[in-house]
């Protein structure tokens, strides 16, 4: 499996051959300036909740791309409604692709679309492949549900956002950590605005004093594994 940040929350899975895109922010993000969205692939977009700063481009790389959109029934209607092609799942259900099989999990979040259009619940994604298994925490406060996450998958790595303010903290990402039974951890959702700025060495020194890997990727910047 093979991850690459491209900022914010923006995400590109490739595992088995697939690509997958996740909550795709980035001609929003001046850090992301070097990321061309047209040149990315695409067979699946997740989104994990309708704001702003996660689906800004969903539509220039599902035209580019032919990607199914993958995300709760308000977030899919919104989109079928614009002509894109799209897979509705709701918390709880998991449902095989070709890649692996996705579970749609719970986020303690809001979820509005920058017009107003109601986003329903936000989630995250618990992935599972033939390789690897990964959580997807979307933006979330810290959730005792997270505790039921390992009772049914053994996580690889789990990507938390840590730049406070619109989510969980770094200290409550420790937490998490704790919970979902993982010890590797990709930051995300820091950094792309002043609300969220963050402290690169303070904060890996903090998941290290708890013997725990705090991953921080350079935007473009891919982790194999
Ligand atoms: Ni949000
Ligand atoms: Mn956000």
Same mark, same amino acid.
């Given at each position: ?10 995400? #590109? ?14 001609? #929003? ?6 990321? &061309? ?7 699946? %977009? ?5 704001? =702003?700063?996660?689906?800004? &481009? ?41 890649? #692996? ?9 809001? *979820? ?7 986003? #329903? ?9 033939? *390789? ?11 959730? =005792? ?44 959702? =820091?950094? *792309?605005?002043?609300?969220?700025? %963050? ?27």
């Amino acid at each position: 499996m093979k991850i690459t940040f491209y900022g914010h929350a923006s995400l #590109g899975i490739e595992v088995d051959g697939k690509n997958i895109i996740v909550d795709p922010f980035i001609t #929003g993000n001046t850090l992301a300036d070097a990321i &061309d969205i047209n040149t990315l692939k695409a067979d699946y %977009i997740l989104l994990t909740h309708a704001h =702003y700063d996660h689906v800004l &481009d969903v539509e220039a790389i599902a035209k580019n791309t032919d990607a199914i959109i993958v995300s709760n029934p308000e977030i899919t209607t919104y989109y079928e409604k614009k002509g894109f092609k799209s897979h509705f799942m709701n918390h709880g259900g998991s449902w095989r692709f070709d890649f #692996g099989t996705v579970r749609y999990v719970n986020a303690v979040h809001s *979820s509005s679309f920058a017009d107003g259009t109601y986003g #329903g619940n936000p989630g995250g994604f618990v992935i599972e492949t033939k *390789s690897k298994n990964i959580y997807i925490a979307g933006d979330t406060a810290l959730t =005792y549900d997270m505790k039921l996450i390992p009772l049914r998958t053994k996580l690889d790595l789990v990507i938390l956002p840590i730049g406070n303010n619109f989510t969980m903290d770094l200290e409550d990402a420790i937490v998490a950590s704790d919970f979902l039974e993982c010890n590797k951890i990709l930051g995300y959702h =820091y950094d *792309s605005n002043p609300y969220i700025e %963050i402290n690169h060495e303070e904060s890996i020194r903090k998941f290290l004093d708890k013997k725990k890997e705090l991953l921080l990727l350079e935007v473009g910047e891919s982790l194999e594994f």
